[in-house]
């Protein structure tokens, strides 16, 4: 809910800058400023999912995306109507709820337009199994996108940084618990609980080598 709170409240910002025609360039300036940091670690953030790799915490980059297109939106209602590049950049931003409803309102784009507004909107059920100081198992289910969770191994690197190796388990079911043990200096055993009927449970026995994802 944070990414869809975040930006409604921008989109709403923006709507009453426009109206009352708000004229604050001390304020604007600032916002310009913020708005490019977040463009840059977004940027990162990219190259590092590009990579395998990721900022520390499960969600850190979507609040590096939120707060980048968030002040986008803020800032086209704060900068006066022109035609500039500036302002159709700003456009794009403010516009994409509109292209989304656009979508949704033509039933060939109806489909298409839900996946990509929940996985660009939904922050999705997200959680973490410690294994150790180091490691982590990492599931993730987003709704319609996802039928059942994905499960990605995460591996502290580097400080600020972490390691993110995805599709370590394969397997269909509704999770309803997971334990993680270390089998070895190199190994964690996973023992995972599923559901995949009402009244179907099955239990799944896993074993995954951490030496092959350093």
């Known amino acids: 809910m944070f990414t869809i709170t975040v930006l409604s409240f921008c989109f709403l910002a923006a709507i009453s800058c426009k109206i009352k025609k708000v004229k604050a360039p001390i304020i604007t300036s600032l916002t310009w400023y913020f708005h490019l940091a977040m463009c840059v670690f977004s940027v990162i953030c990219v190259l590092l999912l590009v990579s395998g790799y990721g900022f520390k915490g499960g969600y850190t980059e979507r609040v590096f995306f939120t707060l980048y297109a968030g002040s986008g939106i803020i800032l086209y209602g704060l900068t006066p109507k022109e035609v500039s590049g500036k302002w159709v950049y700003l456009c794009t931003f403010y516009g994409f709820p509109f292209a989304l409803l656009f979508g949704l309102l033509l039933p060939p784009l109806r489909t ?40 990605s191994l995460v591996e502290d690197k580097y400080w600020l940084f972490e390691k993110i190796s995805p599709d370590v388990v394969k397997t269909a079911g509704q999770l309803t618990t997971l334990k993680a043990q270390k089998a070895g200096e190199d190994s964690v055993k996973l023992s995972l609980n599923l559901v995949n009927e009402p009244g179907e449970v099955s239990k799944l026995d896993t074993v995954i080598a951490l030496q092959l994802r350093r």
């Open 112 to 151: 298409l337009t839900v996946i990509t507004g929940l996985g660009l909107l939904s922050d999705g059920d997200l959680k973490r199994y410690p294994i150790d100081d180091d490691y982590a198992i990492q599931t993730k289910t987003v709704d319609i996108i996802y039928r059942y969770p994905t499960y």
